[in-house]
């Protein structure tokens, strides 16, 4: 046994003086190896010391002051309302537009009554750009247009508007849109107690700017906030009329205020207006086609002016930026306004007495369908770029006729003159605009010779008016639009 022991002894002190090698196994993870740390702490959120802020109510707030605007001049001039700045023109006693002295105020610039001047622009009869800024109120010139379109439109007002259609042709710049203006001034001086529908730019509901919604009840689709907007302006420029046409059957309908159960008889038309808002809704209405009912019904007593301005816009294209559920372009007359104005155009919706006007424009190209409809080229069968079905809808019911508008001769030029340099916005000035200092015994000289450096001055104003008369006029060749530019170019 002790031996034993002592083999066991000498093996382990052997083993222990030579190296032994250490084998380690790998780890697949190296966070197998590494040291345990803390457990993460998400620090709180540091909140701010309040601090009490001392007002002083007496001190005035500061109002921001600058000349600075965002928009070019001829925006600026209209957004900041620069016609407020020109002179009153009071003084030149200037006579308000009227069809009983029309004949009497050929050739002379006219004005409009207060009252109708705000209908036309709620309903954006005066357009941007036509140098509105000028003068505080609106004026225009009694042309051949204006006497020619109230002996072939307005005095037919009496009469169906089936046969009263008509369409204003013309340049840029020779006064369609305010022979419009014009014309629903003469309406409603002659006939008093006509209704006035506008659109000004029906190619706002067209382009894919509005929300849209189809009604299975006019089998239409319906435009809320457009038609919502349009309703407004009609109703606030047609109160009077409006409120002398009773309602003609019973309707309920709700708002935010309540119900509302309307009577036959016993309510009118513009406290439905007022009180339904069924046409901003995005749902299923009958709001507009009973708006219309009334206006149609009641058009043989008040004569209905349906005018419409930019109209070739609608046939720009083939079909309108809105599609169907399967993803089909939808044509304008699929929308109930697109609807109501194809409708009156091709006389299929009539007015006992009344009439549809319209007019192009320049700023957008000629639209092949419109000139089809207003036979103003022939229908072509194999055009891929017409509508054939509209444009045949338009030539139903003796067609639509055209009026294409003249320019002015030198006359009503000269006319255009007077009135501006009446109302000092036209400033005729001397060659060179600073006299010339001329001592005395220079003046005896100047008799036999033009001393160096000079300039010859030129001391004739009507000479000077004159002159500039003829340049502009030759330049502008009578466009209303081109001759107003010319004048003004240094404005």
């Known amino acids: 046994m002790l031996r034993t022991a002592v083999c066991k002894h000498v093996a382990l002190g052997r083993l222990l003086a030579e190296p032994v090698p250490i084998l380690r196994a790998f780890s697949l993870s190296a966070a ?116 020619e379109v109230h002996r072939t439109f307005v005095a037919r007002l009496d009469g169906t508007s089936a046969k009263n259609r008509m369409c204003f042709l013309g340049p840029k710049g020779v ?19 006509a209704v006035l529908l506008h659109i000004n730019e029906p190619e706002l509901f067209i382009k894919g700017y509005s929300d849209y919604v189809y009604n299975p009840t006019l089998k239409l689709y319906h435009q809320p906030m457009f038609t919502k907007r349009w309703i407004k302006k009609i109703r606030v420029v047609n109160e009077e009329v409006f409120r002398k046409m009773p309602l003609l059957r019973d309707v309920s309908f709700s708002n935010k205020k309540g119900a509302f159960n309307y009577k036959k008889g016993e309510n009118n038309l513009h406290e439905y207006l007022v009180n339904c808002h069924d046409f901003g809704v995005l749902g299923t209405t009958d709001a507009f086609l009973f708006f219309m009912e009334h206006v149609v019904a009641y058009s043989k007593d008040f004569p209905v002016l349906f005018s419409v301005d930019n109209i070739n816009a609608l046939f ?64 072509d069968p194999y055009a891929t770029n017409i509508n054939h079905d509209v444009a ?63 300039f010859v001055t030129e001391m004739d104003r009507a000479a000077t008016y004159e002159k500039k008369l003829q340049k502009t006029y030759f330049v502008s060749g009578g466009n209303p639009g081109v001759f107003l530019k010319n004048i003004f170019l240094a404005y």
């Not at 010339?436 to 005896?444: C, F, M, N």
């Open 175 to 193: 006064g369609k849109s305010t022979l419009i203006s014009q014309v629903q001034a003469l309406a409603c001086s002659q006939h008093g107690d």
């Open 392 to 454: 045949s809808s338009i030539m139903r019911n003796g067609g639509v006729t055209t009026l294409p508008l003249a320019n002015l001769n030198k006359d009503q030029a000269k006319k255009l003159m007077e009135f501006w340099d009446d109302s000092g916005v036209l400033h005729i000035r001397d060659y060179p605009t600073k006299p010339v200092y001329k001592r005395p015994e220079d003046v005896e000289e100047d008799e036999r010779r033009y001393r160096v450096g000079e």
């Open 316 to 379: 720009e294209t083939q079909f309108t930026k809105y599609f169907h559920k399967d993803m089909s372009p939808i044509h304008f007359s699929e929308f109930e306004l697109g609807n109501l104005i194809h409708r009156l155009m091709s006389g299929d919706l009539v007015f006992s007495k009344g009439g549809v006007l319209l007019a192009e424009t320049s700023d957008l190209g000629a639209s092949r369908t419109l000139r089809v409809g207003l036979q103003l080229e022939d229908l």
């Open 32 to 147: 197998a190896c590494a040291p345990k740390g803390r457990k993460s702490v998400v620090p709180a959120p540091k909140t701010k010391a309040k601090v009490k802020v001392k007002v002083n109510h007496n001190k005035k707030e500061k109002v921001k002051r600058s000349g600075i605007t965002p928009h070019d001049f001829k925006d600026a001039v209209r957004t900041l309302r620069f016609e407020s700045y020109a002179r009153d023109l009071s003084d030149l006693n200037i006579p308000v537009l009227s069809a009983g002295k029309l004949q009497q105020l050929k050739d002379t610039v006219v004005g409009y009554e207060p009252k109708m001047e705000e209908m036309i622009k709620l309903m954006g009869g005066f357009k941007k750009y036509q140098h509105h800024e000028l003068f505080r109120k609106h004026y225009s010139l009694v042309s051949d247009n204006t006497v």
